[in-house]
C-alpha cells in the first residue's frame, strides 16, 4: 500500500485502498483542515507534494476547477482529493485558525487569489532624476500634477507593450513583462524602456515651459526568476513579484548614473534582444549589494523592421474579468424590474378579466398589485 510522509508532523503512514490524503491524515489523528468539509469548495486542505509527484493521480473535475481559479501550481494539491498509487512525501500548507482565514474561499467576498508561482519574467525599473530637487522648489500640487502626467504617459507604454505597472516608489516605476503571457517578454520590457525615452521627450517640452526645467530618467531592464503572488493585508492585496531578480533590476537603473546612459540592461536580457537592438556603450561593473562584476548593455534604439504580436496586458484581463461579474447594484436593478412587470402584469391582466365578475376583493387585490409593481418597475428603470 502507498505510504505518506507528513513533513511538517514527521509521520509516515499507510493509506488505504481509494482513501484521499485527507481520509488518512484524518484517520491517523493528524489535524487535517478542511473547511468546507472536503467537498473542493476551499483550498484549505491544500498539500505541497515535495516528492512522488507521479504518484497523485491525475486532478478530478472538482479539484481542476479550483486550481485553475487559484492558479495552483501542479505540485500543489487538494488532499481532499488527491489519491494515491505509491509512496509520496508532502507538508500541509494551511496549519492554524489564522492560515484558514487568510486562504479560505468560501468567506464572503473572497477572491481568487494567487498562492505563489515561480516564473521567468523581465523586469524595468524606472527613475526621474533629481526628482527631489524638484519637489522642494515647487508647490505640492504641481509635483502631485506633473508625476501624474508622467505616469500616465509612462503607463500607456507599458501597457501597449503588454506588461503591467507592479508598483510606484515616490517618482519610480517598476514593470512586469512575461507575468502573464512570457511570450517575447524582454523584447517588450526593452522596447517600452526605448518608447519611454521618446514619450519623455515628447513630454519635455511642456514641463520646460511650465516649470523652466526638463525631467530625465534612467530606465534598467533583467531577465529573470521570481515568485509571483498575491501579497497583502485582506482589504489591500495586490499581485507582485518577488525575488533576486527584482533587486537586481533596481541596481540596473541605478548604475545608469555611473555608467552615463539612460538604459542599461543586463546580459541575461541582452542575449533575447540583441539582434534587434542597437546598442551604445557597454561595461562591467559591481552592482551595489552585489557580488561579482555584472555586464551591462545600453540600449540606443530597436530595429524598426519587426512587429511585436499583440497582446492583451495584465491589466485589461484583470479588468475585463471583473466587468463580467454581475455588481449588486445590477442584481438589484432587474430583480426590481422583474418584480414591477411581473405585479403590473397580473393587475392589467387580472383586472381586466375580473372586472365584470363583481367580485370586489378579487378586484381590490389587482389594483393593489398595480399601485405596487408600477412604482417597482419605474425604480428599476431609473437605477
Known amino acids: 500500500m502507498p505510504s505518506i510522509h507528513y513533513l511538517s508532523d514527521d509521520k509516515e503512514v499507510e493509506v488505504s485502498n481509494n482513501s484521499t490524503i485527507l481520509e488518512t491524515s484524518l484517520r491517523v489523528g493528524i489535524q487535517h483542515a478542511h473547511a468546507c468539509g472536503g467537498y473542493a469548495r476551499c483550498s484549505t486542505c491544500r498539500v505541497l507534494i515535495l516528492d512522488g509527484l507521479e504518484n497523485c493521480l491525475p486532478r478530478n473535475t472538482a479539484e481542476q476547477r479550483l486550481a485553475k481559479r487559484l492558479h495552483f501550481s501542479p505540485e500543489i494539491r487538494l488532499a481532499c482529493q488527491t489519491q494515491l498509487t505509491d509512496d509520496v512525501k508532502l507538508r500541509r500548507l494551511v496549519l492554524d485558525a489564522e492560515d484558514i482565514e487568510l486562504t479560505s474561499q468560501i468567506k464572503p467576498g473572497a477572491t481568487a487569489d494567487s498562492v505563489g508561482l515561480e516564473r521567468e519574467v523581465a523586469i524595468l525599473f524606472s527613475d526621474i532624476r533629481g526628482f527631489t530637487t524638484f519637489s522642494e522648489h515647487n508647490l505640492p500640487y504641481d509635483v502631485v500634477h506633473v508625476l501624474n502626467r508622467y505616469f500616465h504617459d509612462m503607463g500607456q507604454v507599458i501597457h501597449q507593450n503588454g506588461g503591467y505597472i507592479d508598483?510606484?516608489?515616490?517618482?519610480?516605476?517598476?514593470?512586469?513583462?512575461?507575468?502573464?503571457?512570457?511570450?517575447?517578454?524582454?523584447?517588450?520590457?526593452?522596447?517600452?524602456?526605448?518608447?519611454?525615452?521618446?514619450?519623455?521627450?515628447?513630454?519635455?517640452?511642456?514641463?520646460?515651459?511650465?516649470?523652466?526645467?526638463?525631467?530625465?530618467?534612467?530606465?534598467?531592464?533583467?531577465?529573470?526568476?521570481?515568485?509571483?503572488?498575491?501579497?497583502?493585508?485582506?482589504?489591500?492585496?495586490?499581485?507582485?513579484?518577488?525575488?533576486?531578480?527584482?533587486?537586481?533590476?533596481?541596481?540596473?537603473?541605478?548604475?545608469?548614473?555611473?555608467?552615463?546612459?539612460?538604459?542599461?540592461?543586463?546580459?541575461?536580457?541582452?542575449?533575447?534582444?540583441?539582434?534587434?537592438?542597437?546598442?551604445?556603450?557597454?561595461?562591467?561593473?559591481?552592482?551595489?549589494?552585489?557580488?561579482?562584476?555584472?555586464?551591462?548593455?545600453?540600449?540606443?534604439?530597436?530595429?524598426?523592421?519587426?512587429?511585436?504580436?499583440?497582446?492583451?496586458?495584465?491589466?485589461?484581463?484583470?479588468?475585463?474579468?471583473?466587468?463580467?461579474?454581475?455588481?449588486?447594484?445590477?442584481?438589484?436593478?432587474?430583480?426590481?424590474?422583474?418584480?414591477?412587470?411581473?405585479?403590473?402584469?397580473?393587475?392589467?391582466?387580472?383586472?381586466?378579466?375580473?372586472?365584470?365578475?363583481?367580485?370586489?376583493?378579487?378586484?381590490?387585490?389587482?389594483?393593489?398589485?398595480g399601485f405596487i409593481g408600477a412604482p417597482l418597475l419605474i425604480w428599476g428603470l431609473l437605477r
Open 167 to 369: 508598483n510606484y516608489m515616490g517618482d519610480g516605476i517598476m514593470a512586469l513583462f512575461g507575468v502573464h503571457d512570457p511570450h517575447e517578454a524582454t523584447l517588450r520590457a526593452v522596447k517600452s524602456g526605448v518608447e519611454m525615452l521618446k514619450a519623455l521627450d515628447q513630454l519635455n517640452p511642456y514641463i520646460e515651459t511650465v516649470y523652466k526645467t526638463r525631467f530625465e530618467i534612467g530606465v534598467g531592464i533583467h531577465y529573470g526568476e521570481v515568485v509571483v503572488g498575491t501579497i497583502g493585508a485582506a482589504n489591500r492585496k495586490r499581485e507582485t513579484a518577488i525575488g533576486d531578480a527584482v533587486n537586481v533590476a533596481s541596481r540596473i537603473e541605478s548604475a545608469n548614473k555611473e555608467v552615463g546612459t539612460n538604459l542599461l540592461v543586463s546580459e541575461d536580457a541582452y542575449q533575447q534582444v540583441k539582434e534587434l537592438t542597437q546598442i551604445g556603450k557597454t561595461a562591467s561593473i559591481t552592482l551595489k549589494g552585489k557580488s561579482g562584476e555584472y555586464m551591462l548593455y545600453e540600449i540606443t534604439g530597436m530595429d524598426t523592421n519587426f512587429e511585436l504580436e499583440p497582446v492583451e496586458s495584465a491589466a485589461a484581463v484583470d479588468t475585463s474579468s471583473e466587468s463580467e461579474k454581475p455588481s449588486p447594484r445590477n442584481i438589484l436593478k432587474e430583480l426590481l424590474i422583474a418584480i414591477g412587470a411581473a405585479l403590473l402584469g397580473a393587475f392589467l391582466v387580472g383586472f381586466i378579466t375580473q372586472l365584470t365578475s363583481g367580485n370586489v376583493f378579487v378586484i381590490l387585490t389587482f389594483i393593489i398589485m
